[in-house]
């Protein structure tokens, strides 16, 4: 039916049937064209939605990169300002703080000169103690060798002493 062109002939005028299809075909192609149509307008609204959300999502990107900038400028000058002029109290702390290491140095040197001198002294003391057991030590061994030589004469005169046994 899609290709009808001439209709039949009835008493009346057309078939009736023909003219009914004929309309229905129509309508349906027509209903096809409305569809596509509808589909590209709709496409074609969805891209210029999009076109246009690009601009407006550029700028707001703009105003939060100008509102960044002007922070980081506001920063840097802060910055700036507090690398130039130190506080009183950053100062003061400041000398506080070499003082206490200064101090520190000092106390660290005189304990460290301290241990020094009675790390002598106590090398002394040993050194003394140490001579004073070795000449203790040769005058028993002297002592011992004397007694050992007495008790081997006595013992030699014991012998020379006893009576002979028979």
Same mark, same amino acid.
Do not use: W
């Given at each position: 039916?899609?290709g009808?062109?001439?209709?039949?002939?009835?008493?009346?005028?057309?078939?009736r *049937?023909?003219?009914v299809?004929?309309? *229905?075909? @129509?309508n349906?192609q027509?209903n &096809?064209q409305?569809e596509?149509l509808?589909?590209?307008l709709?496409?074609?609204?969805?891209? @210029?939605a999009r076109a246009n959300?690009?601009?407006?999502a550029?700028?707001e990107?703009l105003a939060r990169?100008?509102?960044?900038e002007?922070?980081?400028a506001? @920063?840097e000058?802060?910055?700036?300002?507090s690398?130039?002029?130190?506080?009183?109290?950053?100062?003061e702390a400041?000398?506080?703080a070499?003082?206490?290491?200064r101090?520190a140095?000092?106390?660290?040197?005189q304990?460290?000169?301290?241990a020094?001198?009675?790390?002598?002294e106590?090398?002394?003391?040993?050194e003394?103690?140490s001579q004073?057991?070795n000449?203790?030590a040769?005058?028993? &061994?002297?002592q011992?060798d004397?007694?050992?030589?007495?008790l081997q004469?006595a013992?030699t005169a014991?012998?020379?002493?006893?009576p *002979?046994?028979?």
């Open positions: 039916m899609a009808i062109q001439n209709f039949r002939s009835a008493l009346s005028g057309f078939n *049937e023909d003219v299809h004929y309309i *229905e075909y @129509l349906q027509h &096809s409305l596509q509808n589909t590209q709709q496409n074609a609204q969805d891209a @210029l959300a690009v601009p407006k550029d700028e990107l990169l100008e509102a960044a002007r922070r980081c506001d @920063l000058a802060q910055l700036s300002q690398d130039t002029a130190p506080t009183d109290n950053e100062l400041y000398r506080r070499e003082r206490a290491e101090m140095r000092e106390r660290a040197s304990i460290y000169a301290r020094n001198a009675v790390l002598a106590a090398t002394l003391k040993v003394s103690v004073g057991m000449n203790m040769e005058q028993i &061994s002297q011992l004397t007694s050992r030589q007495e004469d013992v014991m012998y020379a002493i006893r *002979e046994e028979e």
